[in-house]
């Protein structure tokens, strides 16, 4: 490792499954935003006859609600860890780390689905080229990870910023997340051969209580180490980002979603191993 690379992995520095809790944290995340992932991937057509692979599955809800709700053929949850995901009629579930050359070697889905996943891998630009092989001619890959709108913000910080910009910074330097490739996702989906493009925006209301404020709240507590290491903030800072989380003071915008998809062309060429 040089000097300014980041020195764990997703999972292992930070966010470790094992640590109890780590499942809560994931759903709370997915409660927020899963309503908005669903119609976007049944807007674009997902629905029976679909094969969907799902990418980083976490606890699966999403892979769920696919077989549920939209009633697709198969869903594939991959997963660097699996602890969290059950098989079950159309759900088959693989242990496997994306950044593997021989990721899904040969298997095209209708639907390739992958939702804060790349902005914690170092690799995201070879990765989505990996995905986009993975769609079958006809299909679309769709990306989700998340934009932070108030991190830039001229003005006196507030509890809420400065342990948002200590957490994107303390992840940078641990795991190598990178939120600022995001709003690039359309053009790397088209670099990747997928035409047409398109992307969009979602911030969910950040209210006391919510489920995306207990989001927050349990990522800072798993990022806390990360997050003094800056020197950006210190425990006491954290401690009272988390309470100012909770509290009628907040006045605070949440990070958004940005959902960037791309189609693969019907009559593009056979998959590559
Ligand atoms: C923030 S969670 C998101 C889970 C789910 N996609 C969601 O949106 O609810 C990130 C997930 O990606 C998985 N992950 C991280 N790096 C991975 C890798 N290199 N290969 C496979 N999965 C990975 C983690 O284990 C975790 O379940």
Redesign the pocket.
């Known amino acids: 490792m040089s000097a300014g690379e980041p020195g764990g992995?997703?999972?292992e520095a930070v966010?470790r499954?094992e640590q109890a809790g780590e499942g809560a944290?994931?759903?709370f995340?997915?409660l927020a935003?899963?309503d908005i992932?669903m119609a976007r991937l049944r807007a674009l057509g997902a629905g029976p006859g679909w094969s969907c692979l799902?990418?980083?599955?976490?606890?699966?809800?999403?892979s769920g609600r696919l077989l549920d709700e939209a009633g697709v053929a198969s869903v594939l949850a991959?997963?660097?860890?699996v602890r969290?995901l059950r098989e079950r009629p159309g759900l088959e579930v693989l242990r496997?780390?994306?950044?593997?050359p021989d990721?899904a070697a040969g298997r095209r889905f209708r639907l390739v689905?992958?939702?804060?996943?790349l902005m914690?891998?170092p690799?995201r630009e070879h990765?989505i080229a990996a995905l986009a092989e993975r769609v079958e001619p006809g299909g679309v890959l769709v990306l989700?990870d998340a934009v932070d709108l108030t991190s830039g913000l001229e003005g006196p910080a507030t509890p809420y910023t400065a342990a948002m910009r200590a957490m994107w910074q303390g992840l940078r330097e641990t795991i190598g997340t990178d939120v600022s490739w995001v709003p690039s996702y359309p053009r790397l989906l088209r670099r990747a051969g997928l035409v047409p493009v398109a992307a969009e925006v979602h911030v969910p209301p950040l209210e006391p209580g919510s489920p995306l404020s207990r989001f927050w709240a349990d990522t800072w507590e798993r990022s806390r180490a990360a997050m003094t290491a800056t020197g950006l903030v210190d425990d006491a800072a954290v401690d009272a980002a988390v309470r100012y989380l909770d509290s009628e003071e907040c006045a605070a915008l949440s990070a958004g979603m940005l959902t960037a998809w791309g189609w693969k062309p019907a009559g593009a060429g056979p998959v590559s191993p």
Do not use: K, M, N
């Open positions: 992995r997703y999972g966010f499954p944290r994931i759903d995340g997915a935003y899963d992932t799902d990418v980083g599955a976490g606890t699966g809800t999403v991959v997963d660097r860890d969290f496997a780390d994306v950044t593997a990721f689905h992958a939702r804060f996943v914690h891998l690799e990765v989700s």
